[in-house]
């Protein structure tokens, strides 16, 4: 019997619903066993989000500092394919997710193994998916497939919705007409197809093409304008902004307090003005960068590891 181990860490349990439905396939059949295995913080990340305790947590995300985790009870941990499915904070994998990446146990549990990852987030994700590929190489495991599921609300729309969703806890229509938060019930739904096409790979030991397949069933997309965001978000802005507040302690830390509030503001503005600007100037410039938004396009929805583009 082929034994699956999917790792995950959901703080709203959404991830939670995607990650079961993604199983259905594995759990129907009698050659697999299914093991869900929840990353724990030792120290709980509440849901709904506090309005300071989520801008207190952004430092620790893009400098992707870990936090304390318990250790997960897996037995043997002999297993034949992992799914670590995480969700993006900030841009990069949530704290616990991170956390795990960084332990001693995921070195021992992703050695010579083959690994999916399974993202639920709201549309910028590249970038934090770019570094668990390496975490996953680092780590002796082998990527053979990723598939992302996705808010598909419009940006600034979507920034309402999820706000809504985060300070709240509630995934109804905010103000009754704006779109629901978050990923849509029917993708969460049928994300059982994508766990179907990986079971159909590794009952033939097909695994070499799976992405390809994934692809063709658009388990990733890649908007070209947002990526442009991330790089220069991800990449600049939020690091010189993390190192800013981290000067003054770690989470908590009543001494930073006074930044972490300075960029509690900063936010919706970048957001709000930095972001649209951003957009025109994208517009200007892509006719002139084509061929290298193809490039990164077509790298960024394969699993393989380039040093450059």
């Not at 594995?26 to 030792?42: D, L, Q, R, W």
């Not at 956390?99 to 050695?111: G, N, T, Y």
């Not at 970048?270 to 077509?298: D, G, T």
Request: proline share 5%; glycine share 4%.
């Amino acid at each position: 019997m082929n034994k699956i181990l999917i790792l995950y860490y959901s703080q709203s349990g959404q991830l939670t619903e995607i990650v079961k439905n993604f199983a259905i396939p594995f759990v129907k059949s009698n050659n697999y066993s299914v093991t869900y295995a929840n990353i724990e913080p030792v120290k709980e990340y509440g849901f709904p989000w506090k309005g300071y305790e989520f801008f207190d947590s952004f430092p620790e995300s893009v400098n992707r500092i870990p936090c304390k985790i318990k250790p997960l009870d897996l037995g043997d941990e002999d297993f034949d394919l992992i799914v670590f499915a995480y969700t993006a904070w900030y841009m990069s994998p949530s704290i616990p997710s991170n956390s795990f990446l960084l332990s001693d146990q995921a070195k021992r549990i992703f050695k010579d193994k083959p690994v999916i990852t399974l993202l639920g987030v709201r549309n910028m994700w590249i970038l934090a998916q770019e570094y668990v590929k390496n975490k996953i190489a680092e780590n002796g495991g082998r990527l053979i497939g990723n598939i992302v599921l996705r808010d598909r609300a419009e940006n600034l729309t979507g920034i309402v919705t999820i706000s809504y969703f985060l300070f709240t806890g509630k995934k109804d229509r905010f103000l009754g007409f704006f779109p629901k938060p978050g990923i849509s019930q029917k993708d969460i739904d049928e994300s059982e197809k994508f766990g179907e096409i990986i079971k159909n790979h590794f009952d033939n030991k097909t695994l070499e093409n799976l992405q390809d397949n994934l692809l063709e069933h658009k388990a990733v997309k890649i908007n070209p304008y947002l990526l442009s965001v991330e790089k220069t978000a991800a990449e600049r802005v939020f690091k010189i902004w993390a190192n800013f507040i981290l000067k003054k302690g770690g989470p908590a830390n009543s001494e930073r307090r006074t930044r972490v509030n300075i960029f509690r503001w900063y936010f919706p503005f970048a957001i709000l003005v930095i972001a649209p600007l951003k957009y025109v100037f994208f517009l200007i410039f892509a006719p002139f960068r084509i061929r290298k938004s193809r490039e990164e396009v077509k790298y960024f929805s394969q699993v393989k590891l380039m040093s450059n583009l």
